[in-house]
């Protein structure tokens, strides 16, 4: 699809991978309303990317603030492109931990919801408004881009809740996007491995994990422009529907 005129969501637009998504979209002639429960951080880059983009402050289960972002994004232009990247952990440990005290309960539905039910909660409602568009030359009306991890494949120990949250983003990615073909919307998810954001490098060193452990080649953490530069291709590429793809320089993450 060509981005040019077109606008965008990015949900989590104001964190490590949503705001080199951004970057990426708007160097491609896409204006966006970087949609963030940190309003603070997400005003910040919107000032600094000037009229080619707004901060919407809000969260990704709370319906009208999804629809404040529809109608933000929707005074930029046709609203073609939504990008899921908002999500994480919450808490996260063992079904039972080491001292035999079962995983609590509340940290793995504030994951689900974080992740999963966010995931579906806006891409129900901007696909709606994305379904009023008038199709491009190839019939497409936009295009959904999920963020899972390979976590939801190969989680580790202590990892049960992300990794069920993120499994249940990689499974809704071939019934959303059957679902939308008859509107002309296609839909992917990425599966990122480790990429260095913030988030990501402040967790490691806490950790202190070799963040290159177990990556094939290169061995090093993934950029976060190279998310970006595999969302752009997604968009970009009309044949591309329906697939997980992983975006992790071959690693695979092991029982440890
Ligand atoms: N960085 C990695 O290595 C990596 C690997 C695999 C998957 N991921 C996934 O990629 C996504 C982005 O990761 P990141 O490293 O950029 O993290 P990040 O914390 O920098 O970005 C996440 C952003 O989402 C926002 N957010 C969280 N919950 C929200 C909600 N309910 N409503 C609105 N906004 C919300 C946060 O404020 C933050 O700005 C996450 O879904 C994460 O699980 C990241």
Do not use: W
Not at 202 to 224: I, Q, S, T
């Amino acid at each position: 699809m060509n981005m040019q005129g077109r606008s965008a969501i990015v949900t989590g637009g104001a964190g490590g991978l949503g705001a080199a998504t951004v970057r990426r979209l708007v160097e491609n002639g896409v204006r966006v309303a970087i949609f963030d429960r940190d309003a603070l951080r997400a005003g910040d880059l919107a000032k600094e990317l000037g009229d080619a983009a707004a901060a919407v402050g809000g969260d990704v289960n709370n319906d009208d603030d999804v629809r404040a972002a529809i109608e933000a994004a929707r005074l930029f232009g046709p609203l073609s492109i939504l990008v899921n990247v908002a999500g994480g952990g919450v808490g996260g440990g063992r079904t039972v931990g080491r001292g035999g005290v079962p995983h609590d309960k509340d940290s793995f539905v504030l994951t689900m919801e974080m992740n999963a039910t966010g995931t579906f909660n806006v891409t129900r409602l901007v696909a709606a408004a994305i379904g009023e568009n008038e199709p491009d030359e190839n019939g497409q009306r936009g295009v959904v881009v999920n963020t899972a991890s390979i976590a939801g494949m190969e989680g580790k120990s202590g990892q049960v809740a992300y990794g069920a949250a993120k499994a249940a983003i990689l499974g809704m990615t071939l019934p959303m996007a059957r679902d939308l073909a008859p509107m002309g919307i296609r839909v992917c998810a990425i599966a990122p491995g480790v990429i260095g954001t913030p988030l990501m490098l402040g967790a490691l060193e806490h950790l202190k994990e070799d963040p290159a452990a177990g990556v094939v080649f290169p061995k090093r953490m993934g950029y976060p422009e190279e998310y970006a530069i595999l969302v752009e291709s997604i968009i970009s590429n009309p044949y591309l529907n329906g697939e997980n793809i992983r975006l992790d320089g071959a690693l695979r993450f092991t029982a440890k």
